[in-house]
């Protein structure tokens, strides 16, 4: 008990995680549709709808979350889903927005400053006063298993994001993008795909880009 008592006299970093989880866990796992076992949300942070939220295990958002599951807007009524599913690791100041659904497959990481989003706003009706008053158009955003999400990348609308594709540093992704493949830039281009026949990475010229991404469509 004595050894106990000085490691986390010691250890103040080890004594701050485990009042963290004590304090978050249980009132977290009756919040949420779902709240996996070791996973962590960071305060501070903005959530709202947890029911519409499913956590799985071992996840991780760092400080600054917002995670919003839209269930109205003006006159539309959505019913909104947010799937994290295990091993998802995100970094500081992330924001995820779904009125239809957003679903991050297992062993995702979002960098910090990323953007995820199923929905845009109509712009296009001159007659109102604000674009806020707009309908909002959605779709399913999913990011498959093992994807990485680099610094400050915006997700801006509905789009399905391959298994282990990686997207460069602060790329606004507007399409699909295919598995194995590094996408970077505004718009997010692919630029490098891996072959599993010829087992490596190889460069795409922009010519070539449109045929990856549709003969890669899996969902
Ligand atoms: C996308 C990435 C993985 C590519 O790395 P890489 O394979 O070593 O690529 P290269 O550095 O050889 O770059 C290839 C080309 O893409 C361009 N490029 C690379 N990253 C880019 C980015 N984020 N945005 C725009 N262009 C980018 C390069 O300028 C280069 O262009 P060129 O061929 O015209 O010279 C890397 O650049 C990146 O953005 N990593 C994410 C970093 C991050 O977010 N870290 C967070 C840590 S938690």
């Given at each position: 008990m004595k050894k106990i008592i000085m490691f986390f006299k010691k250890n103040m970093k080890a004594k701050k995680m485990i009042l963290y989880r004590l304090l978050t866990y249980f009132p977290n796992r009756y919040q949420y549709a779902r709240f996996g076992k070791g996973s962590l949300i960071y305060f501070p942070m903005l959530v709202n709808n947890k029911k519409c939220i499913s956590i799985g295990e071992n996840v991780t958002f760092r400080e600054r979350l917002r995670m919003d599951a839209i269930k109205c807007m003006n006159d539309q009524y959505f019913t909104p889903r947010i799937i994290i599913e295990d091993n998802v690791h995100a970094e500081q100041d992330c924001q995820i927005f779904a009125a239809n659904l957003v679903h991050i497959k297992k062993n995702v990481t979002l960098s910090s400053h990323v953007f995820i989003t199923d929905a845009e706003h109509e712009y296009?009706?001159?007659?109102?006063?604000?674009?806020?008053k707009q309908k909002l158009i959605f779709g399913k955003t999913i990011i498959e298993e093992e994807a990485f999400i680099g610094i400050?990348?915006?997700?801006?609308?509905a789009v399905h994001i391959g298994k282990h594709a990686v997207i460069g540093a602060n790329s606004v992704v507007t399409k699909d993008i295919p598995a194995y493949s590094v996408a970077v830039g505004n718009p997010a281009k692919v630029i490098r795909k891996y072959s599993h026949k010829m087992k490596q990475w190889e460069n795409i010229t922009s010519d070539a880009e449109e045929y990856y991404e549709i003969s890669d469509r899996s969902f």
């Open positions: 296009r009706g001159v007659e109102h006063e604000s674009i806020l400050g990348v915006r997700i801006i609308k």
